[in-house]
């Protein structure tokens, strides 16, 4: 039986705490944990209101991964839910809305997956984004480049861009939008990929065929649409190390020299926050949101 914590009023069950899922770094489930709570602050408005698919890996990333979009089989009749569409018809996803549903969502090992819409209006995307994956031997100064030429693309059209590390081997560009489907959206981006494969030719792929790749940046424009979901800001990612998908400031995409700069840990987030806030805070003010042309 795993012990009970209280959060926030609500009783959680965290199990395994010592156990090692990251051996390369020696990180523990506790101390996934520990990062998840200290993280909740700016963690959590990427969040509140979006469906959560999880990316679950219960014995660290060498073990089973699996995608969960369906409310996970013993989830607590506390945590919030949805109900979304789908093409082969509606289900019931989670909703993470507070502490008490992320520890209990953290303690199954996940990486936190969200759509580009909330579940109060799933007919209208609140959010536009670029997922730049570079093809060996390019890497994230690549990707660097583009999302620069990109930035200044996207603020051409009144739109403004944030950048976020992937966690993984690239970089997500987030947009704050309104008044469009998630269709409008995609086709925008598209648009917007293939402009800057045209504009970047020795650098830029907008297709995702295998081939064309290597040493190139893939402009992908696809998670836009309405079923496709982004790691979220902050979480940690199914890798060899607890590398986390973390906001970075465009003096560093200006400065990114070499890959590594762009690999920040679970314990490189607290530091930055502290000094930066939340370098993606500016998404939630409507107000900046763009209408796209």
Known sequence: MAPMTEVEGRRVALSNLDKVLYPAAGLTKGELLHYYATT????????????????????????????????????????????????????RMVLVQDLASLMWAANLVTEFHTHQWTAGD???????????????????????????????????????????TSGAKGLHLLAGVRGASSERVSEYAKALAVEAEKALPALVVHRMTRSLRPGKVFVDWSQNAARKTTAAPYTVRARDVPAVSTPVTWDEVAGCGRAEQFVFRTADVGPRVEDYGDLLAPLFDRGRAAVLP
């Open 40 to 91: 909740a602050q700016v963690l959590l408005p990427h969040l509140r209101d979006r469906p959560v698919s999880f990316l679950r890996y219960p014995d660290g990333p060498d073990g089973q991964v699996f995608f969960t979009k369906n409310v996970p089989p013993g989830t607590p009749e506390w945590v919030t839910t949805a109900e979304v569409p789908r093409s082969e018809g509606p289900a």
């Open 122 to 164: 799933p007919g209208e995307a609140d959010r536009l984004v670029f997922d730049l994956d570079p093809g060996a031997p390019a890497t994230v100064v690549q990707c660097c480049e583009v999302a620069l030429w990109l930035r200044d693309r996207l603020a051409a059209d009144g739109v403004e861009a944030y950048a976020k």
